[in-house]
């Protein structure tokens, strides 16, 4: 999984509580992506970040929010868990972005909310 | 709306044939599309890319065209093997904005020994 960890694997939270999730890369890469994915719906961004401190939204950003305060750290929280962000939560990296960039995925980490 | 639509959701083969994946889109103007194989339980996994002005690509066993005319691209394994059994998947990026990549739900491919 080219150097990338994410933490927890799995986690079984109730709504309304405040989850967060960590991806760890060791590529030193610049850009940073967080997916959901979900049956029927394929993989969708929710946020991205192409640098120490700088994030954007992705297509599916709302009740999420990130942080990156380190090259190799970029987290996921979610502020007040909802059932509907139930889902399998993937990390990706890449060196470079545009035509010619290449994703390379973490493990996933599955995330259910009561 | 923007869609982009792989052709089944399950396509079974027997080992040895060509295996061919489709991958429709509507409303883009991708500047270039990958195809990734996830196995379940793991992340998806970079096998190729194609540029818009690229009209087909090959790598060993994998071959991948794409169409913009069509706004389709076809994704072949030749001499398939049960090791090809996995979910396929198409992203875009499109030409516009930044490295983001949209993908299509995937197409789960069973090779039958």
């Known amino acids: 999984d080219a150097g990338i960890t994410q933490s927890p694997r799995h986690k079984v939270t109730e709504t309304g509580t405040p989850v967060t999730l960590r991806c760890h890369q060791t590529?030193?890469?610049?850009?940073m992506y967080w997916y959901r994915q979900d049956p029927g719906h394929g993989l969708r961004l929710i946020h991205y970040s192409y640098g120490v401190k700088d994030t954007d939204k992705g297509e599916v950003s709302d009740g999420y929010s990130v942080s990156r305060s380190k090259t190799e750290d970029f987290l996921l929280t979610l502020e007040s868990a909802t059932s509907s962000q139930t889902s399998v939560y993937f990390c990706a990296i890449s060196e470079v972005a545009g035509v010619g960039d290449t994703q390379y995925f973490g493990p996933g980490t599955r995330l259910t909310v009561l | 709306s923007q869609k982009i639509e792989q052709n089944s959701e399950a396509l079974n083969i027997q080992e040895g044939k060509t295996a061919t994946l489709t991958c429709n889109y509507t409303?883009?103007?991708?500047?270039?599309l990958q195809w990734y194989r996830q196995d379940p339980g793991r992340g998806p996994v970079f096998l190729l890319l194609i540029r818009e002005n690229e009209k087909e690509k090959r790598k060993e066993r994998l071959k991948v065209t794409f169409d913009t005319t069509l706004k389709q691209s076809l994704f072949h394994i030749t001499a398939s093997q049960p090791a090809d059994s996995a979910t396929y998947l198409c992203?875009?990026?499109?030409?516009?904005?930044?490295?983001?990549?949209?993908f299509g739900t995937g197409t789960r491919l069973t090779v039958i020994p």
């Open positions: 590529e030193n890469h610049r850009y």
């Open positions: 409303n883009y103007s991708p500047a270039y």
């Open positions: 992203a875009l990026a499109p030409q516009t904005g930044a490295n983001n990549l949209f």
